[in-house]
């Protein structure tokens, strides 16, 4: 990580012809002469065509503002969540908000590769740029949620590699942008900029990026489907004994004998995977369910003790279709100059997409699954990414309503610093490491307690206005002052 003066996205500069501009640029005219010059074949002499001079690509103002929400959301159901159950991850099937987030993810790193490729001038480079990214991403994410960094409550660092944690949010953002970078950097040296005139004309421009999408569809069908599940055994981290899961199963949904969780225990193994997954609060495990009563019930199952990985191998492949929908977002903004299209284009496949989200869940085909990456939710979340995109895309862009939205503007446009700092602790666990005779006295502490907590009596009210007030408004702020002297944090 690193900070940039004047880069708000080196990776992803939301620049984009307007839909009065003229597109694309004269560099490129020479895609669109060969008809030109056949009409004079007699000739010797090649036609030249006058350069014009092209204005200033505008920045899309809504990319940041997304990018900035979903942040914003990230901090706010992580922290708010204890007291908030029904804003937290569902402890299995369902969805709520702060399901919408990893996905949201996906999708904007998806319009961002569009944007951040649509010209290549050398794949090499290209490509090394993705892979260098990509390593970084990793490495950032087994710091900080591989068990390296215990912020912001633990002041301690450090992580028994026998017990590392392998996957996460960052990992799994690392190979939806490795995935469809690297196809996109391979069409983009071979398209054209001209899109055939009918519906479907965008969709034959970019087909392998959907012959993807179609592969990890058949490929995560095939074993979610088809993985026979047998019984297996399991440390307690609780009470220290061995205890076995009865399974013996195909095609099961439950929380103990899915295909997902099976691929990651016999790939990662026990020992790497996520120790307290949501489903501890599941109401089989907690009677508080979805709350958490930190003990599970008298009869609760053996599963409910057990590890499971919830941004594992292979939801992080079904994943990658969030990232693909984004793309396509990406492209609609590159190829299409007017409003009307471009709004077509994103608000009918999204209202198409939950739709079929919301049938395949309530119709018990395929249920809404956050852990799983199951294929409803990957219709649901992304359908809703695209009418939120579009949403912001019409105040903001078309009509100019952008001031409302600028603390999110200035989170999204330094997301990886909001992200290190406030989503991950450690801010907090900076400032927790300078307390007053005990760890527990701390000017974090002292605030949410004396400035929050107690002047509303409710710890429920008191934290949610914290995490509002304390953090996303204060991180706003403190992305508006870096935005002011042009610094931005990347990877």
Same mark, same amino acid.
């Given at each position: 990580?690193?900070?940039?003066?004047?880069?708000?996205?080196?990776?992803?500069?939301?620049?984009?012809?307007?839909?009065?501009?003229?597109?694309?640029?004269?560099?490129?005219?020479?895609?669109?002469?060969?008809?030109?010059?056949?009409?004079?074949?007699?000739?010797?002499?090649?036609?030249?065509?006058?350069? /014009?001079?092209?204005?200033?690509?505008?920045?899309?103002?809504?990319?940041?503002?997304? *990018?900035?929400?979903?942040?914003?959301? $990230?901090?706010?159901?992580?922290?708010?969540?204890?007291?908030?159950?029904?804003?937290?991850?569902?402890? @299995?099937?369902?969805?709520?908000?702060?399901?919408?987030?990893?996905?949201?993810?996906?999708?904007?790193?998806?319009?961002?590769?569009?944007?951040?490729?649509?010209?290549?001038?050398?794949?090499?480079?290209?490509?090394?740029?993705?892979?260098?990214? /990509?390593?970084?991403?990793?490495?950032?994410?087994? &710091?900080?949620?591989?068990?390296? !960094?215990?912020?912001?409550?633990?002041?301690?660092?450090?992580?028994?590699?026998?017990?590392? *944690?392998?996957?996460?949010?960052?990992?799994?953002?690392?190979?939806?942008?490795?995935?469809?970078?690297?196809?996109?950097?391979?069409?983009?040296? *071979? *398209?054209?900029?001209?899109?055939?005139?009918?519906?479907?004309?965008?969709?034959?421009?970019?087909?392998?990026?959907?012959? $993807?999408?179609?592969?990890?569809?058949?490929?995560?069908?095939?074993?979610?489907?088809?993985?026979?599940?047998?019984?297996?055994?399991?440390?307690?981290?609780? /009470?220290?004994?061995?205890?076995?899961?009865?399974?013996?199963?195909?095609?099961?949904?439950?929380?103990?004998?899915?295909?997902?969780?099976?691929?990651?225990?016999?790939?990662?193994?026990?020992? +790497?995977?996520?120790?307290?997954?949501?489903?501890?609060?599941?109401?089989?495990?907690?009677?508080?369910?979805?709350?958490? !009563?930190?003990?599970?019930?008298?009869?609760?199952?053996?599963?409910?003790?057990?590890?499971?990985?919830?941004?594992?191998?292979?939801?992080?492949?079904?994943?990658?279709?969030?990232?693909?929908?984004?793309? %396509?977002?990406? %492209?609609?903004?590159? %190829?299409?100059?007017?409003?009307?299209?471009?709004?077509?284009?994103? &608000?009918?496949?999204?209202?198409?997409? &939950?739709?079929?989200?919301?049938?395949?869940?309530?119709? +018990?085909?395929?249920?809404?699954?956050?852990?799983?990456? !199951?294929?409803?939710?990957?219709?649901?979340?992304?359908?809703?990414?695209?009418?939120?995109?579009?949403?912001?895309?019409?105040?903001?862009?078309?009509?100019?309503?952008?001031?409302?939205?600028?603390?999110?503007?200035?989170?999204?446009?330094?997301?990886?610093?909001?992200?290190? $700092?406030?989503?991950?602790?450690?801010?907090?666990?900076?400032?927790?490491?300078?307390?007053?005779?005990?760890?527990?006295?701390?000017?974090?502490?002292?605030?949410?307690?004396?400035?929050?907590?107690?002047? @509303?009596?409710?710890?429920?009210?008191?934290?949610?206005?914290?995490?509002?007030?304390?953090?996303?408004?204060?991180?706003?702020?403190?992305?508006?002052?870096?935005?002011?002297?042009?610094?931005?944090?990347?990877?």
């Amino acid at each position: 990580m690193n900070a940039a003066k004047n880069d708000p996205e080196d990776g992803a500069k939301n620049e984009i012809a307007s839909p009065h501009q003229d597109f694309p640029s004269s560099k490129q005219t020479s895609i669109f002469m060969d008809d030109a010059h056949n009409l004079d074949r007699q000739s010797k002499e090649p036609i030249i065509m006058p350069e /014009t001079p092209i204005p200033k690509a505008k920045r899309v103002e809504t990319l940041d503002v997304f *990018r900035g929400l979903t942040i914003a959301v $990230m901090i706010l159901v992580d922290d708010a969540g204890g007291e908030w159950p029904h804003m937290n991850h569902s402890p @299995w099937n369902g969805c709520t908000l702060a399901d919408f987030v990893m996905p949201f993810f996906l999708f904007i790193v998806g319009v961002a590769i569009a944007l951040a490729f649509k010209r290549i001038q050398k794949t090499s480079a290209a490509v090394k740029k993705v892979i260098i990214r /990509t390593i970084k991403l990793i490495f950032w994410g087994l &710091v900080l949620q591989g068990g390296y !960094s215990h912020a912001p409550d633990d002041l301690s660092y450090g992580v028994d590699m026998t017990k590392i *944690r392998w996957c996460g949010i960052l990992q799994r953002i690392a190979l939806g942008y490795a995935v469809v970078a690297l196809v996109e950097i391979a069409i983009t040296r *071979r *398209r054209t900029l001209l899109v055939l005139p009918d519906t479907w004309g965008i969709f034959q421009l970019y087909k392998w990026h959907w012959v $993807m999408a179609v592969s990890i569809i058949i490929i995560y069908c095939s074993c979610v489907y088809g993985l026979y599940v047998p019984d297996w055994q399991f440390k307690s981290a609780y /009470t220290n004994e061995t205890l076995t899961v009865k399974c013996g199963v195909k095609a099961h949904f439950g929380p103990p004998c899915n295909a997902v969780g099976y691929i990651d225990r016999e790939v990662l193994g026990l020992n +790497h995977m996520y120790g307290t997954p949501e489903w501890t609060r599941a109401l089989p495990c907690d009677i508080r369910s979805p709350s958490s !009563s930190d003990d599970f019930r008298p009869d609760a199952p053996t599963w409910c003790q057990a590890p499971f990985e919830p941004e594992g191998i292979l939801g992080s492949i079904s994943g990658i279709l969030s990232a693909i929908l984004g793309v %396509h977002y990406g %492209h609609v903004l590159i %190829h299409y100059k007017g409003h009307t299209k471009r709004l077509l284009h994103w &608000v009918l496949p999204a209202l198409v997409l &939950v739709l079929l989200g919301l049938i395949l869940h309530y119709s +018990h085909a395929i249920p809404l699954n956050k852990q799983l990456y !199951s294929l409803s939710y990957v219709c649901l979340t992304g359908g809703s990414a695209g009418l939120v995109f579009s949403f912001f895309y019409v105040v903001i862009d078309i009509y100019g309503f952008s001031k409302p939205f600028l603390l999110l503007k200035w989170m999204g446009l330094n997301a990886m610093f909001v992200f290190v $700092m406030a989503a991950e602790g450690i801010f907090p666990a900076f400032i927790n490491g300078w307390y007053y005779k005990s760890p527990n006295n701390t000017l974090v502490y002292w605030i949410q307690k004396h400035i929050f907590v107690e002047p @509303w009596h409710s710890i429920k009210a008191g934290t949610l206005l914290y995490v509002l007030f304390g953090e996303i408004l204060f991180w706003g702020v403190v992305s508006g002052l870096l935005h002011r002297q042009k610094i931005y944090w990347k990877l």
